[in-house]
């Protein structure tokens, strides 16, 4: 389909759901998977073409569009860069692309503003945004008038080699805020667990299980591993959608996610608490300035 023959699409029924950064397509294939209608953008076109080809028959259903744009300022061309072996770190900042050392290379690809997207496909139901940097873009465009009843952003995501202090981190909750959203849940996104404080007995199951069952000599004991499975929020969500969620997937979302929703202030304490716990606990996977990796997820 041409970029800009976009009229009638979407036109029967079902929830839309913008996946803004489909990436490999692992979110997008969870979305079809539960029924629902998927428009997918994408920068990197040797990404699009993959997920063309891996979606064919869910783009001639009209199940799914793949836009192959950049979400950018600016409305024409610009640099995107593209990370070798490691796909989810493709970004416009050169140093997101570069992360850990590993190759990169600059692709010219086509830019849209994400307010062209929404005037020419209307609001969705549940937007996801994850497209390393440009988040805040997505956000920027919405207004109050028409809001997707769920959406889910990246809490922070430094696009530069230099850490950002908490107060912007917190700039996305702020904004989300502002415009409308009054339910707020922060998503662990290695684990799934939603964070609180203090932390719900699900949180705490889960660190048992990854801490206790399989990294300590607990793990040796016959079934242990087992049992670490059932306790873990991420392994339970692949067991009840029969859905697996590799490191990098956004998983379920609106009230599927594990937890409960909190106010906007309770939200910003959790956020308070943990990025500063994580930060300072020597034990976390990765104490790099990019490394609090959680998602806002906001219903209205």
């Known amino acids: 389909m041409d970029l800009f023959q976009w009229e009638g699409f979407f036109s029967m029924g079902g929830k839309l759901i913008f996946d803004v950064g489909m990436n490999v397509g692992q979110d997008t294939a969870f979305y079809l998977l539960q029924g629902d209608r998927v428009l997918a953008i994408e920068a ?3 990404l699009a073409d993959a997920g063309r080809k891996h979606f064919q028959r ?16 600016e409305e024409g061309f610009a640099d995107f860069w593209i990370s070798e072996g490691r796909p989810n770190f493709n970004s416009f900042h050169k140093d997101i692309a570069a992360r850990d050392g590993y190759p990169h290379y600059a692709v010219r690809v086509p830019t849209l503003r994400f307010a062209t997207v929404l005037e020419r496909y209307g609001t969705p139901y549940y937007l996801k945004i994850d497209i390393e940097g440009n988040d805040q873009m997505c956000i920027d ?12 952003v990246e809490s922070e995501c430094p696009t530069t080699n230099e850490p950002i202090g908490v107060e912007s ?3 996305i909750l702020r904004k989300l805020h502002d415009l409308g959203y009054r339910r707020f849940k922060l998503i662990d996104q290695r684990t799934f667990c939603s964070l609180s404080v203090p932390p719900s007995a699900n949180y705490i199951c889960d660190r048992f299980a990854r801490y206790w069952l399989q990294q300590s000599p607990l793990n040796r004991i016959r079934g242990t591993y087992r049992l670490s499975k ?24 609106g009230e ?4 409960s929703w909190t106010d906007f202030e309770q939200a910003e304490r959790i956020y308070r608490y943990y990025r500063g716990k994580h930060f300072q606990d020597p034990n976390s996977p990765s104490r790099s300035h990019y490394s609090f990796w959680c998602d806002w997820h906001a219903k209205v």
């Open 58 to 73: 869910e783009i001639e259903n009209g199940n799914l569009e793949i836009l192959n744009v950049g979400i950018f300022e």
């Open 141 to 152: 465009a919405l207004n109050s008038r028409s809001l997707p009843m769920y959406i889910s």
């Open 169 to 171: 981190g917190l700039l």
């Open 256 to 259: 599927d996610t594990s937890g």
């Open 230 to 253: 059932c306790l873990m929020t991420r392994s339970r969500l692949e067991r009840k959608y029969r859905q697996e969620f590799p490191i990098g997937s956004s998983g379920v979302w």
């Open 44 to 46: 990197d076109p040797t």
